[in-house]
């Protein structure tokens, strides 16, 4: 599994059973299909799943009750339908894509791209990440930027998160750079998906630039990343 994670070798023993199990449930109770003419293949959903049940390592039960499939193109993709046309809204095809999370739990995904943050998380981007996030910020009925959460964490949530939104907002209209990507300031709900993708990859800059909104974070996934950086990178 380290060879196509290799983030899994600095899991704890306990940790990497947790994953395990939570990947076998994954992969077994939900449908995978290659697209595009996409051969999918064993190691290709093992890689999948790894990153998406990374994500919720320290949840209990089925953390994307939701989810029913899994479709993995080669490369980013146009896609045939718009996930509007499950609420009955037909949308003509847009841009090529990386990755989609449906309303109807459905999760696209450019396999190109979700082998290269398994093998260089570093690089930032997680199109994996991402879009498991898309559908944690679901679990509730709506994409809003908030996923289900103690009653009592909500105001607290929403103060942060909007603050983080704000201070992106302000950093890419003055061209100032930021670890957190600009496509995060699209709307709440991307933003928490960037958010969610630059704290597993970028950690210790995430809790430099924005220590509110890593301490939240920290708090939802109940993980610290910081801890898994491979030796040398805290310096970086």
Known sequence: MAALVPVFSRLTVAEQDKLLRDMRDL????????AGGLALTEDMRLTI?????LLTLAFDGDPYPELKSVLVYPSAF???????WARGEAESPGPPELGESWSDGVIVIAWDQAAG???QPEQGSNVVLHEFAHQLDAADGTMDGAPPLPAAQYREWARVLARGFRALSRAAWKHH?????TYGTTNPSEFFAVATE??????LQLQREHPELYAELKGYYRQDPVRLLAPGDAAG
């Open 27 to 34: 992969l077994t109770t939900r449908s995978w299909e290659g």
């Open 198 to 203: 630059t704290f597993f990859a970028h950690p």
């Open 117 to 119: 943050a398994a093998a």
């Open 49 to 53: 799943a790894a990153q998406a049940c």
């Open 78 to 84: 146009v896609p045939a339908v718009s996930f509007r």
């Open 177 to 181: 750079p930021d670890v957190l990507d």
